[in-house]
């Protein structure tokens, strides 16, 4: 470029001018919408049963994909999709709760692998993140950052959501942009999540179209549902009252004769046997038939209630008039969810570290389960009825775990509007088909860095054509030791069952990678994965065992994730867990993996000014009633509840702390004695015993932290209902780790860590 002309006057200077990035004038709109944990056979269009009429709709007016393909867990297909490269060639072996120290699980997407979102932004898009994100290490999700690897560091402009594996749909741990938030209302207000994401995607398109409706959005809308907790407003629930109560095989039965008359599974597919691991239905007592059906009621109406806003969101896109002109894609994430184990729970992170309730005690409980006082998961048997006509779910590289709905439409640009294609297919080629529907060309270098090799390859000649070649004859699968890999109308899968949930206890299979059998399906003629031909075909076996290892090589799958070796090489934060810290009043809350550790005891100091009269409130607050614990003045009396994964223990002093300034602390001892004790100017004034594991992963997995002076949403205890502040002075709190290098390094620990994905 010549140089420019500059002199004293306009008049004789050259002036130049800002190159604003366009894409092609036929550039489409870009809605992604991933659901979490529905299975194969969990939306109306693929044979659940379920009202979803609005993603029906989407449907006919689009395509399903019914051989469509994820990595079996969220933060692994997130990234996949996003990326268009494979899960663990971007770091992303696992989830985010198992970020290591090998190149294939850092949990950390590189440079070298701009995301979709970056991409369309340099190319003139606008970009706008909603809901869950689940790619930030844990370790990166306080207010100190570091921020490249939360949306607005990937290429998102907006954002608003939970970074964790999930959260609360009554009360999340929300952030907009860069920073946390209070959620707008509160449960007794009738906040729930779902109803909020979709307001906050409606309200980011309105904003975006009327300053400039030129410009084409990407909007990546991650719902928290249907992950657990299954909540849910009961006027949802009602109307599924007793439609499960002939159980799972009868509902996985009716679910497969309405995919077979739609179309959405071949004809001649063969309804895979119920395994021995999942009880007959008839063998069930009359109360366990009555609970199981009733945490299934509760799911119905979560899809149902979730499928009702993102209607609002299709009907906003339709009478805006952009419906045409948008490419939307509807997935999700992973199969069913097994991760309440055989009989359900009441509070799911309690099952993941097989504290699961027995039925009689959850029965008690049975009007709670959707609401406030319930963190609820269905038992394991619906999971398997929910990826119909499949085997396994998800965390396995069985198809029950990797091949999940996938609806596209974008408007007339897609041939036979309401069919069905059959085209193998994964969530890597959605980058693709984005960058190819929008004429965008993947860029070669982001930042002066060397881009990957773009793994996915575009579905675009599928749109128009129902006949259109397999764009995709290779892929391998690999997720916590389950490995599988598809080749030309084959797949092989191994027998592999990781150490969790339990499920080595009930679930078939090998626990060895050196025993690990490899079965053998033609899916060319099985579309179910029902007949393993593996002794038919021992030369296949050994070529495609062969194919797995050297893509496991070429993609970062080494070393096999395992439990618990693994854990023990967790990526480290930019500093060492700090032994002590003091917080105030007035902050967001600090999330779990910046406090001290709390595994091996803790001191919490508190420095108070009490008026006359007394003080009542929060001093401070870590979770909610599901997990966590909270240290307060109860009508002047110090109180601390901890809401342990089995059970509520709390220790109280008689006497309330008299006017004047004053020291209280609560101690926490843990061990085979493990005491709470609450002392006040250095006397003790109460003391009791607290045991259970004080490690609360429903906290850390939503990006939870403590609150100083305050609670907010669901409270640790029914002694107070939140924000209940602090009506004294309150100045600081110290808190003092009593083991400052402990780690949650049970075996069952290291099973909640990972497990919530």
Known sequence: MPTQRITDRVATSEPRFVEYPKPGPDAPNVLVVVLDDIGFAQLGCFGAGFDTPNIDRVAAGGLRYNR??????????????????????????????AALGFPGYTGRIPSSAATMARTLRDNGYNTMAVGKWHLTPQVEYSSAGPFERWPLGMGFERYYGFLGAETSQWAPELVRDNTPIDPPRTPEEGYHLTEDLVDQSIRMIQDQQQAESRKPFFCYLALGAAHAPHQVPPEWIEPYVGQFDDGWEAWRQRAFDRQVAEGVVPPGTTLTERPPWVPAWDDLSADERRLFARYMEVFAGFVTHTDHH?????????????????????????????????????????????????????????????????????????????????????????LGGVRTPLVVRWGDRLAEPGGVRQQFCHATDLYATVLDAAGIEAPANVDGVAQQPVDGASLIDSFRDPAAAEHRTQQYFEMM?????????????????????????????????????????????????????????????????????????????????????????????????????????????????????????????????????????????????????????????????????????????????????????????????????????????????????????????????????????????????????????????????????????????????????
């Open 310 to 398: 993102l209607g609002r969101l299709f009907d906003h896109l339709e009478e805006r008039g952009l419906a045409d002109d948008t490419l939307v894609m509807i997935l999700s994430d992973n199969g069913a969810s097994a991760e309440g184990g055989p009989t359900g729970t009441i509070n799911e992170a309690a099952g993941w570290l097989e504290l699961n309730e027995d039925v009689e005690t959850a029965l008690e409980q049975i009007d709670t389960i959707g609401g406030l006082e319930a963190n609820n998961h269905y038992p394991w048997g619906w999971a398997w009825a929910g990826n119909a006509p499949l085997r396994l779910w998800k965390r396995y590289s069985w």
């Open 68 to 97: 469509f393909h994820v990595t079996a867990v969220c933060s692994a297909t997130r990234a996949a999709l996003l990326t268009g490269r494979n899960h663990h060639a971007v770091g992303m072996g696992v989830t985010e709760e």
């Open 481 to 757: 030791g389950s490995r599988g890999i598809y080749h030309d109308g084959w797949k092989a899968v191994t027998d592999h069952v990781a150490n969790q949930f339990g499920e080595r206890a009930h679930v078939q299979g090998s626990h060895d990678f050196d025993t690990d059998r490899w079965s053998l399906f033609r899916l060319a003629d099985d579309f179910s994965e029902a007949y393993d031909v593996a002794a038919e075909h021992p030369d296949v076996v050994r070529r495609l065992e062969g194919l797995w290892w050297a893509e496991a090589g070429r993609n970062n799958v080494l070393p096999l994730f395992e439990f618990p070796g693994s854990m023990a090489h967790m990526h480290p934060g930019a500093y060492p867990l700090a032994e002590a810290g003091v917080y105030r009043p007035g902050g967001s809350p600090v999330p779990v993996p910046q406090l001290p550790s709390q595994v091996g005891g803790f001191v919490l100091t508190a420095h108070v000014d009490v008026p006359e009269g007394g003080a009542s409130g929060i001093l401070t607050a870590l979770g909610d009633r599901h997990g966590g614990w909270a240290f307060y003045l109860l009508d002047g009396r110090p109180v601390a509840t901890f809401a342990l994964l089995d059970g509520e223990r709390r220790v109280a002093a008689a006497d309330p702390v008299p006017a004047g300034s004053h020291v209280v602390e609560l101690h926490y001892r843990p061990g085979r004695d493990a005491r709470g004790v609450i002392l006040v100017d250095g006397v003790e004034v109460a003391q009791g015993p607290v045991p259970g594991l004080v490690f609360f992963p429903n906290v850390s997995t939503a990006a939870g932290g403590l609150l100083v002076g305050r609670d907010r949403g669901i409270a640790v205890s029914r002694d107070y209902r939140p924000p209940f502040e602090f009506t004294g002075t309150l100045d600081r709190v110290e808190l003092r780790s009593g083991a400052p290098d402990a780690r949650p390094e049970s075996a069952t620990a290291i099973q909640a860590a990972v497990a919530s994905d």
